[in-house]
């Protein structure tokens, strides 16, 4: 990788979720690809959380405007659909620092190849409160204030909190 | 007006405003044109008749779409917050499948698109959401009825999903790499929708004699559009021959048998309606609708439609 490539990574990687800014984008899992072509022609490929995800905008303009700041005069954002995204590509950093902000972070990913059981009883995880640590938790909602995420309380401090939920 | 929301250090922390009045730049939406499929291999796989993959896009686009608005007419309007911020969300899930199902569309057959006046800013997705009529619409015609109560919500989220992710398990290998994509995607969203009203249908079918009630008629009313979910038009044999498309009718066993595990778990028998006839057996995916769609369509096109060069 070029000095160049490493230097757009470095400042792409930068970038933070608008609906998660704790989260960088590398974090998140969403920033697939950064390459330079030619002097300052940057292209970035990032993919959705979502198929809906209203942040794809914005994340798209807050590329743009960082990569323009750091004086590379074309940018091109890319869409990247395949693979999917999963909550697997979160990083551990990222994962750390959801939970230092109240968020708990999601489980292994369920496998979504074949069919897709039903499941008619509420969805069994491991979640511990991110407030004060207690296994003792239950789940709200599988929807919660972004796409993402499912909503659970803490039977212990009886704390609400979200959860990023496993796809 | 200012003065109203001028804020001290001291208390800067309380004002709603405040974040609003800084870095304006984080929030510059919509400044130039988005294609959602910027960067995505759209080409036309070999031997794939571009207009039939296009109006295949289409009918999948616009189940989504049409059923999408339905659902996100319950936002402010469902029984608690829960459950509003999660028919509001699966709406949204829908509403991005359908952005990018249109943009397909498009992308394979231009000539799918209305003609805007030119300068229009309005991308090829929304010209197809927002400039066509309800007999150019090829959505099933489950996804359009006038929205009834909770329960209804709940069984028309279940057939639909139940369906739908069926489908979508199977369009994951499909030949074209954007379908393919969404289905990819789209499999991990609908698996949710569908485990959402399943769990609120046996809820609803066990809770109270009138939660009972309610879901039983729910379930009579819209089954006699069931059996039109599962019909293969003539696009959807061509799109499945050409290894892009999936034929509903395929799908019908495996959709049938989630169907049964719900109805079994919540103890309610299988309704005996017949199907709904079409109109000289013409149905959705024909463009043959009921009234509802117009006046759905009316409200939900009319601003983009009086302002076709507007920016937003």
Known sequence: MSRTTERARRVAERVTDPELPMLTLADLGVLRDVDVVGDSHVVVDITPTYSGCPAMAAMRDDLVRELQGAGFDRVEVRVSLDPAWTTDWI??????ALAAAGISPPGPAPSTSGPIPLTLLPTARQVRCPQCDSPATELVSEFGSTACKAQYRCTACLEPFDHVKEI | MNEHIHTTPEDEHDSAYSGLLVNDAHWAFGTDFEDPLAGVDTSIPDGVDAPVLAAYALMLGDDALVMSHRISEWTSNAPDLEDDIALS???????????????????ADASVVPALPEGSPAPPEDALAFFRDAHDFRNVRLAELVNGDFAEAVVRVLLFSVWRLATFERLRSSRDHVLAAVAAKGVKELAYHRDYSARWFVTLAQGTDESRRRLV???????????ELFDTHAVEAAAAGAGVGVDPASVREAAEGVLDQVLAAADVPRPEAPRRAGVLGRTGRDGMHGEPLSLMLAEMQSVARAHPMGQW
């Open chain 1, 91 to 96: 990083t551990p950093e990222g994962r750390a």
């Open chain 2, 89 to 107: 969300n699966i709406a949204l899930d829908l509403l991005g499948q359908a952005r990018l199902l249109l943009a397909r569309a498009a992308k």
């Open chain 2, 217 to 227: 008629a729910a379930l009579d009313a819209l089954w006699p559009l069931w059996p």
